[in-house]
């Protein structure tokens, strides 16, 4: 079953799932744009074929089988406690400022994001709320997510798109 924090992976490539999301009666599964996305990603045994690539949201989008996924809930994201979903954890991390596309998270030092790790799900109050997509090191590991909902509006405006033109 797909779902928040599964691994993807084609070839050589890997990345997390940040979300599995529903729109416009189709079931859609989310990731980082880490390297350059494969137009097929397996995970959980499931192929999945590419939908699209959001280079301003800095995400991929697959076509998932609802049968073979789980529906991610998802929330706004605000500062305080949250969890990114690393290797195979949820680590206890802090959102420090939270903008209009993008938040800023204080990761442990002692759990420094893999390449593998692309596209990690960010979770508050068991929602997610934003995708990893970039970190960098400081005095402390601090690292860059997309809003969740951010995704989401443009996720939706894609999928109009790409129904008008199979009509």
């Given at each position: 079953m797909l779902r928040a924090g599964s691994t993807l992976a084609w070839g050589r490539w890997?990345?997390?799932?940040?979300?599995?999301?529903?729109?416009e009666?189709?079931?859609?599964?989310?990731?980082?744009?880490?390297?350059?996305?494969?137009?097929?990603?397996?995970?959980e045994g499931t192929v999945c074929e590419l939908a699209f690539r959001d280079p301003v949201?800095?995400?991929?989008?697959?076509?998932?089988?609802?049968?073979?996924?789980?529906?991610?809930?998802?929330?706004?994201?605000?500062?305080?406690?949250c969890a990114v979903h690393l290797g195979d954890a949820w680590v206890l991390?802090?959102?420090?400022?939270v903008g209009p596309r993008e938040l800023t998270i204080r990761l442990p030092n002692a759990r420094i994001p893999g390449p593998e790790d692309a596209g990690a799900p960010v979770a508050q109050d068991e929602r997610v709320v934003g995708m990893l997509y970039m970190y960098?090191?400081?005095?402390?590991?601090?690292?860059?997510?997309v809003r969740i909902d951010f995704i989401e509006s443009r996720l939706g405006r894609a999928v109009r798109r790409l129904r008008g033109r199979r009509s």
């Open positions: 890997r990345a997390k799932v940040t979300a599995v999301l529903e729109e009666g189709a079931r859609l599964l989310v990731t980082s744009l880490a390297g350059e996305p494969p137009e097929r990603v397996r995970g949201g800095k995400f991929a989008a697959y076509w998932v089988d609802p049968e073979r996924s789980e529906v991610t809930p998802t929330g706004e994201p605000r500062p305080g406690t991390s802090e959102v420090l400022d960098f090191l400081e005095t402390d590991c601090v690292g860059r997510a």
